[in-house]
């Protein structure tokens, strides 16, 4: 088993892994899915627009209650994030390598985030207001809010890559294994590959990437949240 991506091609000294890719293809099927969307509004949805419909008001519903209703301006960017890496995780059911499984997606995404957090601070309670609320309650808690803080986005990026690229691992030493019994056992039908791992299929191609996804987005919004909020401390 390859641990790292796939390189698909390179260009001079740059190289397009797998996980490029596949994150380029995700994408347009995102937009592809928003275009179809609302290329023919109707007064009453159903096909493609009626799914839209149902996650933007799922979507809508789930930042208010993270986040508040005066920050419903989220939405837009929490629903492209969760729509990307509940996809990008779940590409094991198509035996295929997940994008969160690639430390080059995650940390990106984790300082975007980071980046979410203390510009919103900054910009609601101004530089010297925003120092004053990481030295809250104490002055001295200042330096270990700061590292705190500074550590979070290694932590997210760690937490998304580490559960993924394990279920992978996991997935993939379960079907090699199975595959050698089925050799031993003489049977040209591999029936241990099809039907044992079906469990651990549900598990790590399907409920644990959208565990992930609900955490890597609830940990944004909460702590974007918090960041502007009045609470000192």
């Given at each position: 088993?390859?641990?790292?991506?796939?390189?698909?091609?390179?260009?001079?000294?740059?190289?397009?892994?797998?996980?490029?890719?596949?994150?380029?293809?995700?994408?347009?099927?995102?937009?592809?899915?928003?275009?179809?969307?609302?290329?023919?509004?109707?007064?009453?949805?159903?096909?493609?627009?009626?799914?839209?419909?149902?996650?933007?008001?799922?979507?809508?519903?789930?930042?208010?209650?993270?986040?508040?209703?005066?920050?419903?301006?989220?939405?837009?960017?929490?629903?492209?994030?969760?729509?990307?890496?509940?996809?990008?995780?779940?590409?094991?059911?198509?035996?295929?390598?997940?994008?969160?499984?690639?430390?080059?997606?995650?940390?990106?995404?984790?300082?975007?985030?980071?980046?979410?957090?203390?510009?919103?601070?900054?910009?609601?309670?101004?530089?010297?207001?925003?120092?004053?609320?990481?030295?809250?309650?104490?002055?001295?808690?200042?330096?270990?809010?700061?590292?705190?803080?500074?550590?979070?986005?290694?932590?997210?990026?760690?937490?998304?890559?580490?559960?993924i690229f394990a279920g992978m691992v996991v997935m993939s030493l379960t079907y090699?294994?199975?595959?050698?019994?089925?050799?031993?056992?003489?049977?040209?039908?591999?029936?241990?590959?099809?039907?044992?791992?079906?469990?651990?299929?549900?598990?790590?191609?399907?409920?644990?990437?959208?565990?992930?996804?609900?955490?890597?987005?609830?940990?944004?919004?909460?702590?974007?949240?918090?960041a502007m909020s009045g609470d000192e401390g």
């Amino acid at each position: 088993m390859q641990l790292g991506p796939r390189v698909i091609f390179s260009i001079g000294n740059v190289y397009i892994t797998e996980t490029v890719c596949f994150a380029l293809i995700i994408s347009l099927l995102i937009l592809l899915f928003c275009w179809r969307s609302v290329r023919n509004l109707q007064t009453v949805p159903h096909g493609c627009q009626a799914v839209a419909e149902w996650l933007v008001d799922l979507i809508y519903n789930w930042t208010e209650g993270a986040m508040g209703k005066e920050n419903l301006k989220f939405a837009p960017y929490i629903g492209t994030l969760a729509c990307f890496l509940g996809l990008g995780s779940m590409l094991g059911l198509l035996d295929l390598r997940p994008i969160t499984a690639d430390l080059n997606t995650t940390v990106p995404l984790a300082l975007v985030t980071f980046i979410l957090i203390h510009g919103n601070g900054n910009r609601v309670h101004g530089a010297g207001g925003y120092a004053k609320k990481l030295g809250s309650p104490y002055a001295f808690m200042f330096p270990l809010n700061c590292i705190s803080d500074a550590v979070f986005p290694v932590t997210l990026a760690c937490r998304l890559f580490g559960n993924i690229f394990a279920g992978m691992v996991v997935m993939s030493l379960t079907y090699n294994g199975l595959a050698n019994l089925s050799a031993k056992l003489g049977s040209s039908i591999p029936f241990f590959q099809i039907f044992i791992p079906l469990p651990l299929n549900f598990f790590f191609d399907m409920f644990e990437p959208i565990l992930q996804t609900f955490v890597f987005c609830m940990l944004t919004m909460v702590f974007t949240a918090n960041a502007m909020s009045g609470d000192e401390g």
